[in-house]
């Protein structure tokens, strides 16, 4: 599989670095062909169609909204595993962010991508998928285990 990576500087919720906007982060994908560049910053486009077949599906989106993705990055100064979200706007990418995970916030999301689906399951069991599909009982699982937002940011 051809790896691509997001790229973007990322504030680690552990140890709070700021990393560099490149490949060392490993928000690793699989959303371009081989001809194209590995790296994706906000601006450049990603064909929404390939979300489908290669990220496991949280919800569909409706037509014209932003779609919201679940990223996995780890940190390269400590190792920190964190959670990242990436925000798609008319195939442009608009954001990507270093986020906390939470079960609200897991609600906002479309799609989650292979890695972060199985740090899902590492952490909090098999989120139950059906042909790349979370099934809503898989959902409703992850939103009982998953930590209740935080009070403070
Ligand atoms: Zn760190």
Redesign the pocket.
Known sequence: MYLTYFVAPLR?R??G?VSAADETTLMESSLRHRDESALIRVGDYVDPQLLERRYLTIRAPESGEPIRLLEMWT?P??G?VNWGEVVLRDGLVERIESVTLDAARLQDFHYVTLSAGDELEARYGPPASDDGVLRPEGVERLLLVLPPPAVSG
Do not use: K
Request: with cysteine; charged share 0%.
């Open positions: 680690c552990n140890c670095t940190c100064t400590c920190f």
